[in-house]
T-cell receptor
């Protein structure tokens, strides 16, 4: 079965640069969640979208923004990158025919130098 | 205080052992409960949902006690492939709705 796709899988940026992470959810799963997992930490919820509208907001810095497009893919835009932004960023898809599961993508590993 | 607290771990057990993980959550309004498994540098994957009546999936048994706000996972006959970090997860909404709130995870290492 098709899974959540994230790109790029790895990204290296310098401090103060910008980055854009992309997420392509499972077809017919209309809710997208973004999570950040720092080294040795548990995933922390950043933001979510349902039917292209922001549905909830977690610990997302003001330097970050996100949106969901008409084809349901989502992008997380990160500006003025800091060393502490180095983490795994996961996208998860939910709201499909099974109401009991969020499916995670393989993640984007962002390294800020 | 974290919303979801787990055993600190790590758990190092021999193959064939039975191991139990515990988890408590602080928000009594929590609606859905899960155990996820995460391998090193990989995405979390759903292991099983947890229901008040308790549920079993092969060697894995999960229990939920809403009154005590306590969740458990029992793994019987441990396999080498069970080595991973086990994440206790709750949501404030039913099913896949609403963001997941993770515990810090408990690392399990199964040795030959």
């Amino acid at each position: 079965a098709a899974g959540v796709i994230q790109s790029p899988r790895h990204l290296i940026k310098e401090k103060r640069e910008t980055a854009t992470l992309k997420c392509y959810p499972i077809p017919r799963h209309d809710t997208v969640y973004w999570y950040q997992q720092g080294p040795g930490q548990d995933p922390q919820f950043l933001i979510s979208f349902y039917e292209k509208m922001q549905s909830d907001k977690g610990s997302i810095p003001d330097r970050f923004s996100a949106q969901q497009f008409s084809d349901y893919h989502s992008e997380l835009n990160m500006s003025s990158l800091e060393l502490g932004d180095s983490a795994l960023y996961f996208c998860a898809a939910g709201g499909g025919s099974s109401t009991d599961t969020q499916y995670f993508g393989p993640g984007t590993r962002l390294t800020v130098l | 205080r974290k919303e979801v607290e787990q055993d600190p771990g790590p758990f190092n057990v021999p193959e064939g052992a039975t191991v139990a993980f515990n988890c408590t959550y602080s928000n009594s309004a929590s609606q859905s409960f899960f155990w996820y498994r995460q391998d090193c540098r990989k995405e979390p994957k759903l292991l099983m949902s947890v229901y008040s009546s308790g549920n079993e999936d092969g060697r894995f048994t999960a229990q939920l006690n809403r009154a005590s706000q306590y969740i458990s996972l029992l793994i019987r006959d441990s396999k080498l492939s069970d080595s991973a970090t086990y994440l206790c997860v709750v949501t404030l909404y039913g099913g896949s709705q609403g963001n997941l709130i993770f515990g810090k995870g408990t690392k399990l290492s199964v040795k030959p």
